[in-house]
């Protein structure tokens, strides 16, 4: 025979079920089957363990990759921003230092040009004032006093950009006139001494303690006699220091260089003024500037000719005196820069070596270079040391510019001597950067942490609400497919997702072509808009089943009891049905009706319906006697009627 399997058939199939075990319960009669007829199917067509397992494992592998994705974007978001904050700083810091370093260098340079027109004026009008006295008086070089000195020589020492530089005359004495010089410098001094101890205002000390303190003749300290003072008796010209400002104290006591023959005082003096007397013009060296006992910094000469006769274009004057300032470089940068900026290393280097000593006899000592290291702190200034002392850390931002540069050619001068071009290098400290230096990058990377840390909760929470109903859906969806496979087999299950999958796409146009109420339930398929499931089986034995002597046995039995012996005895023979392979088609009441050969086809179909017939029957027997205990002894009393429809 042949025999439909449809999905209306089980729907019309199951309502009558309700319909009937409802109208049974009301008469104290089971006709329905349990919960065992669903058991065969959950064996049949388990529903795999890794339901939304590989969709389970997207999420996590995509949360994990979003997870990841915020760390290193956070990540590179804070170290770039971290970055260009202290870059910006450090552009800050280097456009300023440049801006400091370059006012440092004009106003050094300023002062600097400043400091030689002054000494060329005061060394012209000297000998201006000269040879006026000298065409008046007939009163010549070297013999000759400058009047009013300290006013003077206060004037120069205001015009030179220091606070304290020492400046001094010294006339040029030819080896016959040394007598006479002695003469007329004990005639001189104390005239000198009092102008300027009146000018001056000095009260620490009288002329008379100067006197005390004046060597009467010209002469040096020699190292080689405990640096006593020695009358110079060589042969040449000399050259005593004369007049001086100021006159003040050194170590608690009045100092005096009166007298004081420079050219054998130390090798760098005498080298520096014959090279003056040389090229006709001012030129500078380095020297030792005593600031304690037995302790000096480098520090800088400058001398300047002074030429006999007012006539100051003449190439043929001649050189009867020489004056020079002594001063200390630390004061040109004083006063540059504001209160809050400090922090740049100047270093003053002189482009030739020169040679160093203190009241030196000639003696040949070592070469050496001539470096000096300050450090500008707003208007204050500090010696730091005769070296280059700046941080190499900062050599790229140097800026260096010539600082003093005589314009002397260097080939017309004496074999090994050198006027040095003194250059000017100003370089960052650690300090000035560490004033740029804020706590913006770090409160900047702060703040982006905090945003992609509160992005990333924000993520989180989100993900685990979605998470969470995901959960309830995908519980859901795990008890629907158990409900839907115990209802239908695998295949029909399959084409059953697959329809309503495609009613999914093309619902709305479907319910667009409606043609109204009126239309068929043929023409509309299903109430799910699709073709009915059915397929046609040729090859099929169906089994029907019945209990014979039910009616009687539950009328006189509670509900629960009928539905007690309908679930065990439905629930044995779920158990043949799928030990056997044969498919449970339906229970109406007492009636079990079942197929062999669907939904998947055999060739052995009759015979697995009559086996599993056999069985059944069998089955029922021990059931009935086994459950008399708890029914009632006439349990046993039911029979099995079956019929194999071929």
């Known amino acids: 025979m042949s025999y439909y399997s449809s999905e209306e058939n089980d729907e019309r199939s199951a309502a009558s079920r309700k319909s009937q075990f409802t109208n049974q319960q009301s008469n104290h009669s089971s006709t329905g089957g349990g919960s065992g007829s669903h058991s065969r199917f959950r064996q049949q067509t388990p529903i795999p363990p890794t339901v939304g397992k590989r969709e389970e494992a997207n999420v996590l592998r995509a949360r994990g990759l979003v997870a990841l994705i915020l760390l290193l974007a956070a990540t590179a978001v804070a170290t770039a921003l971290f970055r260009l904050v202290r870059q910006q700083e450090r552009r800050d810091f280097e456009n300023q230092f440049v801006a400091h370093a370059k006012e440092i260098v004009t106003v050094s340079q300023s002062k600097a040009n400043q400091l030689f027109v002054a000494l060329d004026s005061f060394a012209s009008s000297i000998g201006a004032q000269a040879a006026a006295e000298k065409a008046s008086h007939n009163i010549s070089w070297p013999f000759y006093r400058i009047p009013s000195w300290s006013v003077q020589a206060k004037k120069l020492a205001q015009l030179t950009g220091v606070d304290n530089p020492t400046v001094a005359v010294v006339p040029i004495v030819q080896e016959d006139e040394r007598d006479q010089w002695n003469r007329f410098a004990a005639q001189q001094n104390p005239i000198w001494y009092q102008e300027s101890v009146d000018h001056e205002g000095y009260t620490e000390f009288t002329v008379e303690q100067l006197l005390e303190r004046t060597i009467p003749f010209i002469h040096f300290y020699d190292p080689n006699n405990g640096y006593q003072p020695t009358p110079v008796r060589g042969p040449g010209e000399v050259f005593p220091y004369f007049q001086a400002y100021p006159i003040g104290l050194k170590y608690g006591r009045p100092e005096m260089i009166t007298n004081v023959d420079i050219l054998n005082s130390s090798k760098q003096t005498e080298e520096l003024y014959r090279i003056t007397k040389e090229i006709r013009g001012p030129t500078i060296g380095f020297t030792r500037i005593p600031i304690a006992p037995e302790t ?351």
């Open 296 to 646: 000096t910094i480098l520090g800088s000469q400058i001398v300047q000719p002074i030429f006999d006769g007012a006539d100051t274009e003449a190439e043929d004057r001649k050189i009867v005196a020489i004056t020079g300032i002594g001063l200390d470089w630390l004061d040109y940068f004083k006063n540059v820069l504001a209160d809050d900026e400090d922090g740049l290393v100047v270093v003053l280097d002189s482009a030739c070596p020169s040679l160093l000593g203190e009241r030196e006899i000639k003696n040949p000592i070592e070469s050496q270079r001539n470096i000096i290291t300050y450090q500008v702190d707003g208007p204050t200034a500090v010696y730091l040391g005769d070296d280059d002392l700046h941080d190499p850390t900062y050599d790229a931002l140097v800026v260096s510019k010539t600082f003093v540069d005589l314009d002397i050619d260097q080939s017309q001068l004496p074999e090994g001597s050198c006027i040095p071009i003194l250059k000017l290098r100003v370089y960052p400290s650690a300090e000035l950067e560490d004033s740029f230096q804020t706590d913006n990058a770090t409160i900047y990377t702060v703040v982006v942490v905090a945003i992609f840390a509160f992005t990333t909760l924000v993520f989180l929470l989100y993900d685990f609400s979605v998470g969470k109903r995901q959960r309830i859906v995908m519980d859901r969806i795990v008890k629907q497919e158990r409900i839907v496979s115990d209802v239908f087999p695998t295949t029909f299950r399959d084409r059953l997702y697959e329809d309503q999958a495609k009613t999914m796409v093309t619902g709305d146009a479907n319910m667009l072509d409606d043609d109204g109420p009126n239309e068929s339930f043929a023409s509309r398929g299903s109430s799910m808009g699709t073709a009915p499931l059915a397929d046609l089986f040729p090859n099929v034995t169906v089994v029907f089943a019945d209990l014979v002597g039910f009616t009687a046995w539950s009328s006189a039995r509670e509900p629960h009891q009928v539905f007690t012996l309908l679930e065990t005895i439905y629930g044995a023979f779920d158990k043949l049905a799928y030990r056997h392979g044969v498919f449970k088609v339906e229970t109406v009441g007492d009636c079990y009706v079942a197929a062999a050969g669907l939904p998947e086809p055999r060739d052995d179909h009759a015979v697995v319906a009559c086996r599993f017939a056999r069985d059944c029957m069998k089955k029922m027997k021990d059931v009935t006697v086994k459950l008399e205990v708890s029914l009632g002894p006439d349990t046993s009393d039911l029979d099995f009627r079956t019929g194999i429809h071929r």
